[in-house]
Nanobody, 125 residues
Framework: QVQLVESGGGWVQAGGSLRLSCAAS????????MGWFRQAPGKEREFVTA????????YYGDSVKGRFTISRDNAKNTVYLQMDSLKPEDTAVYYC??????????????????WGQGTQVTVSS
């Protein structure tokens, strides 16, 4: 079965950095667009960033542009999220997701078929 396993979450002070990883198995990874979403307590799950199946195209939510970088290694079936200049408002559970279809919809949760269990990121002020 398909598994997406996130790692790399933790606690960091404001201004610091973290790198999340998401290892995929049970699917042809290079066929899927990959996304990262996050959900803070009491809030909706929101789009953070996405990368096309080839890695040639990336998308970012306005709140993370210039601070976060998504990348992927299709040989390792892994997608990464480098988070720099972290802010307390970045505190959330971060989820990776895999989806296929039109890139026009990669910012929508509906684009994604498979989801990981999430990893907690806490940024203290």
């Amino acid at each position: 079965q398909v598994q997406l396993v996130e790692s790399g979450g933790g606690w960091v002070q404001a201004g610091g950095s973290l790198r999340l990883s998401c290892a995929a198995s049970g699917l042809t990874f290079s066929n899927y667009n990959m996304g990262w979403f996050r959900q803070a307590p009491g809030k909706e799950r929101e789009f953070v960033t996405a990368i096309s199946w080839s890695g040639r195209t990336t998308y970012y939510g306005d709140s993370v542009k210039g601070r976060f970088t998504i990348s992927r290694d299709n040989a390792k079936n892994t997608v990464y999220l480098q988070m720099d200049s972290l802010k307390p408002e970045d505190t959330a559970v971060y989820y990776c997701a895999a989806g296929s279809g039109s890139l026009a919809t990669v910012t929508s949760k509906l684009h994604y078929t498979y989801w990981g269990q999430g990893t907690q990121v806490t940024v203290s002020s």
